[in-house]
């Protein structure tokens, strides 16, 4: 089983570790990739700054991770 990602991990630590996640990161419209403050932020950070619930997003990644 996977571990569970929480939101107050880094977004590129989520997605090298998880590659799959950023399918979340785009449906929720975050180019995380991309971006400058990825590499510092948190997931929750990032969903904040983007208006979105980081918990939200957190539940759908762990869903993902898990299938």
């Known amino acids: ?6 939101k107050e ?4 630590d989520i ?3 998880y590659p799959q996640s950023i399918e ?5 419209g975050l180019g995380c ?3 400058a403050a990825a ?4 997931l929750e950070a990032g969903a904040r ?3 979105f619930d980081p ?3 957190v539940a759908d990644i762990n869903a993902l991770i898990e299938e």
Do not use: P, S, W
């Open 1 to 6: 089983m996977a571990e569970k990602v929480t």
């Open 9 to 12: 991990m880094g977004i590129m």
């Open 15 to 17: 997605v090298q570790k």
């Open 24 to 28: 979340v990161f785009q449906k929720y």
């Open 33 to 35: 990739i991309g971006c």
């Open 39 to 42: 590499r510092f932020e948190n």
């Open 49 to 51: 700054v983007h208006g």
């Open 55 to 57: 918990d939200l997003m």
